[in-house]
């Protein structure tokens, strides 16, 4: 008997979730699934909002960046009477399971879904952070640090014709992947990360040595770093509790500071949804497709309420209650290569 899928992507968009989805409906056509899209997230299955999802609509895709499904950060447990209606729009669509796809956000709210209303779902992993602990790595980083390090090769550029150091603000909630990735691969001089307490002191004299032997110099900094008396701000919170971070303007911040502890003319740069956009690697593209065409099979083993995951080159099927447990911050392992390149 044929299965009616519904899969929604929700969070930020970021790129390797066009290949997932194709990923997921080329499988799951080949076991005679039949597909329908919800659109914007969590706010499609609130509102009974879809899309027809086939192979016409995801043939070509993999190479596209953003999703094609459209995403909100809606959480359906914040609102009254949004998970009846969650439950009465799968019952609508007679719906047989559902393909999430998203982060720690949009996964936790499939994990509570399938834990308290027996929903069967299926999650997938996405997010530009990296910081998914039951998964090696996520699509969207790749794409996302890649471009990052190319905006620092951009920055090295006009930096040292103009004798500036410069800063670089990149993405990053909870965890510095993106922001370390980055450092290391560009060769930057110094990074900030929300995981280490910030020393501005040695920043200053490493970034000021650097420049005057290179006539440029280059920090990274994750937008969630914490600076030792440095206020930020009240902020407002979204509906999963988390502060909004585009107006703390940490990379604009630590310019200043760096100008007036060096007396060196500094600039900063914000790449921020720039990251998000644009043509997945080759990398994002092929994980993208296999936790995808993963995600099929589990619903057609019915193994719900697991989330695919990349174990060194295995893709495998994971708790989704433990995989959105906790988060996956940057190790000390992993702060201990950092000190060989930034100290």
Known sequence: MSKRIAILTGGGDCPGLNPAIRGCV???????????????????FVEGKTQTLGLAEVKEI??????????????????????????ATFKKLKLDALVVLGGEDTLGVAARFYKEHQLPVVGVPKTMDNDLSATDYTF??????????????????????????????VMGRHAGWVALFTAIASA?????????????????????????????????????VELPGVKTGSEELDQFGHMLLKNRGMGEKIAEIIEKETGIETRSAVIGHIQ??????LFDRMLGTRVGAKAAELVAEGKFGQMVALRGNEVIGVSLQEATATL????PEWLKLADTFFK
């Not at 080329?26 to 499609?44: C, Y």
């Not at 550029?157 to 103009?162: A, K």
């Not at 996956?328 to 190790?331: C, G, I, L, Y």
């Open 26 to 44: 080329m499988a799951g056509l080949d076991k005679g699934f039949e597909f329908v899209g919800l659109q914007e997230g969590w706010r499609g």
């Open 62 to 87: 993999v190479g596209k960046g953003g999703t094609i499904l459209g995403t909100s950060r809606t959480n359906p447990f914040k609102k009254e009477g949004a998970v009846e209606k969650c439950l």
């Open 140 to 169: 969207g980083f790749d794409t996302a640090t890649t471009v990052a390090v190319d905006a620092v090769e951009r920055l090295r550029d006009t930096g040292r014709s103009h004798r500036r150091i410069m800063v670089l603000e």
């Open 188 to 224: 930057a001089d110094w990074v900030l990360l929300p995981e280490r307490k910030a020393d501005l002191q040695a920043m200053c004299k490493h970034l000021k040595m650097v420049h005057d032997r290179d006539n440029v110099a280059i920090a990274i900094t994750s937008e969630a």
């Open 276 to 281: 998000r956009g644009g043509s997945p690697t």
């Open 328 to 331: 996956k911050t940057v190790s």
